[in-house]
Each structure stands twice: as structure tokens, then as C-alpha cells.
DNA sequence: ACATTGACCTGAGAGC
DNA sequence: TGCTCTCAGGTCAATG
């Protein structure tokens, strides 16, 4: 699950669970998940302290300490977060659990272990060292500033809307519901690309991660016209009910609809 | 700079 | 049922 709308409702759930309750305990089941520093350590580290606040910037959740260190969590491909009371509630493949004061547990769930978890001071400087592009879903990623990155690199569009160095918050999923929604074929070319499909593609960017939040990022709730239930093999296109194709781009499997999303369209 | 490939890690589901 | 194979929403490093 975890783009940019996974995430950020990852977020608001430990907003609504884990802030502002003592961390009696940490345990650490999948060591290598812990970045930079021992599971010990990171245990002790955060031992004692509380969460305070959070905030998001494209695929990773952070987690302000009373201290105003941060905890840093990314998904990988399979994380994600897990608040229960009972032990026997524990939920499979934990991999970090934190035991708070008031007798309730947050889990950090994952079954490969793709993720990380961490502990920084800074913010900002992690988004820096990780060299990550604007944060899609900020204000400020507005049509100039879309257009200025597309024009200003080459290669495929889906590729470039998945590449975190050049925005940040959208992977493999999501964008095949962006191309879909602004009938962009996943291979077209940034140079391809005329003004109007880009201003397409960025109010579709823009509805699509909005409409993924607000229905918690699941995908039965999507709209209709949506394709993320539909991709598939033998998956059908729920605007044109033609079969949709699977196509590698980048290395990554992505679907589309052949009528509704042309090669050779605009530009 | 970009594309391609394999590695990381491990479970789920399909096919035999 | 059990085994083997392929694939999976992410990222990183090496190579052309």
C-alpha cells in the first residue's frame, strides 16, 4: 500500500492513537529494519519518551518526541501501522512494537521487511540527505512547478512520476491512476508531452491523491471510474470496458487502457 | 541523465 | 497435499 495517500493516512491513524502517552517499551523483532543504529539502542533511545506531533513528506511518516527528535518510519512495500490493546491482538509479522502507559500497543507490521525505522534530529536534513523532490501533495507543488520539472527531464512519464528525487509521494500504483485518469499512455515521452496534457495530468495528480485520503486510501472506496480495482490481468477498463494491458515500464508492471490511454496522443 | 538489471526479504497464489 | 515458480504497492547500487 504505501504512496503517498497510504501514508498520510498512516499518519492521522497514529495521530488518533499514539501521541501523548509515555513509551514504556520498545521492542524490535526485525533488527535490520532499524536504521543507523542498534535495536538496543533505538529501544533505549526512545524508552521514556512520548509522541507529540507528526508530519509527512511524500512515501515517510514522522514522529515528533517530546524531545523534538523525530522517529522516521517508511512503509517498503508491504508496512504498515497496527494500534491494538491485548496482547493477543498482536497482529502477524510485527516488527516493531511500542508498548505504551495506558496499556495499548502500536505495531509496526511487515511481512518483507522492505522498510526502516530511524531516529533523527532533523527533519529537514533527512529529506535533504535522502534527496528527495517536493513533497507532491504540499501547495507548492503547483502547475508551474510541475511543468518545470517535466521539462527540465527526460524519459517516461510514468518513471518520472514514480523517481523520488524528482517529486516525492507517488509510486507504482498511483501513478498508473494518474496516467489513467489524464488518458496518458505510462511510455509517452516528457518531450512528448504538449502544455495542456501536462495541466491535465497535473489536476489528475492533484483529484487523485485527494480522493485516495479522503477514502483512506482504500481501494474499495475509490470511485468507480477508477482503475486501481481493475489493474489486473483480464482486468477491465471502467470507462471503456475494453481489457486493460500490463506493460513494464522502468522494470515495474504497470496497467492501462490501450483505448483510452493512446500512444502518440498529444504533442 | 536515463534505462536496465539484480539485490534486498519473504509471503501469497497459481500451476503441476 | 505439497512442491516449485512467479509475482508483489519500494529503494538502492552497478552497468551500459
Redesign the pocket.
Known sequence: ???LP?VEVFRQYFNATSLHQKIKRVDVR?P?LVHETSAKDFAETLAGHSFESTRRY???AFAELDDHRWLVL?????GYLDYFKHPRDDP??DQVQFAFSNGYHLAYVS?????ALQVVEDVEAFIDA??LGPDVYEDAFDLQTFRDILR?????IK??L?????M?G??????DEILFQAGVHPRT??ADLDDDTIRQLHRNLRSVLRTAIHHK?D?HELPDTYI?PH??SDGQCPKCEGELE?I??????GYYCPACQPENQAG
Open positions: 500500500m504505501p504512496e497510504d526485525g535490520r511524500g512515501k515517510y517508511h512503509f517498503g512495500m508491504t502477524e509479522y511481512k518483507r521487511k522492505l522498510g535522502e534527496d527540465n527531464h527526460s524519459g517516461m518513471s518520472t514514480m523517481n523520488q528525487s524528482t516525492a507517488i509510486g507504482n500504483i498511483y501513478s515521452r516528457l486510501a481501494p486501481i489493474r489486473k500490463r513494464e515500464v522502468g522494470g515495474r508492471a
